[in-house]
Nanobody, 122 residues
Framework: QLQASGGGLVQTGGSLRLSCAVS????????IGWFRQAPGKDRELVAD????????YYRNSVKDRFTISRDNAKNTVFLQMNSLSPEDTAVYYC?????????????????WGQGTLVTVSS
C-alpha cells in the first residue's frame, strides 16, 4: 500500500512537503513517482526516484523548486515543494514503479496511493 500525505492550502510562494509511505512492500518496486492531476488536465509525472541508487527525474516545470528524496529504511519518499504557484494546484499521487524505465504516462507504475490535494492560492 502507498499512503500519500502532506497536502493542504498554501499561498503563492509557499512550501509544502508531501510524504509517501510504502507498506507491505512485497511487490517489486524500482522506485516511486509523484504524479499530479489538475482539474480538466491530464495526469503528469512530476518527479521520480529510484530506490537502489537515488537516481532522480524531474519534469522541467518543477526543476529547482521541487526536491524528491527517499528514506529506504522507512520505505518513505518525500516531495519538498517550494516556490509554489497556482499552476501547481492539483491532486498529487505517489505510485510505485514496477519496471526499470520511467514512463511519463504512468504505464510503468503498478500501485498507486490515494492522492493528496495541494491548493495554492494567488
Amino acid at each position: 500500500q502507498l499512503q500519500a500525505s502532506g497536502g493542504g492550502l498554501v499561498q503563492t510562494g509557499g512550501s509544502l512537503r508531501l510524504s509517501c509511505a510504502v507498506s507491505g512492500r512485497s511487490f517489486a518496486s524500482y522506485g516511486i513517482g509523484w504524479f499530479r492531476q489538475a482539474p480538466g488536465k491530464d495526469r503528469e509525472l512530476v518527479a521520480d526516484i529510484r530506490w537502489r541508487d537515488g537516481n532522480i527525474y524531474y519534469r522541467n516545470s518543477v526543476k529547482d523548486r521541487f526536491t524528491i528524496s527517499r528514506d529506504n529504511a522507512k520505505n518513505t519518499v518525500f516531495l519538498q515543494m517550494n516556490s509554489l504557484s497556482p499552476e501547481d494546484t492539483a491532486v498529487y499521487y505517489c505510485a510505485s514503479r514496477n519496471s526499470i524505465g520511467i514512463s511519463i504516462d504512468g504505464s510503468s507504475y503498478g500501485y498507486w496511493g490515494q492522492g493528496t490535494l495541494v491548493t495554492v492560492s494567488s
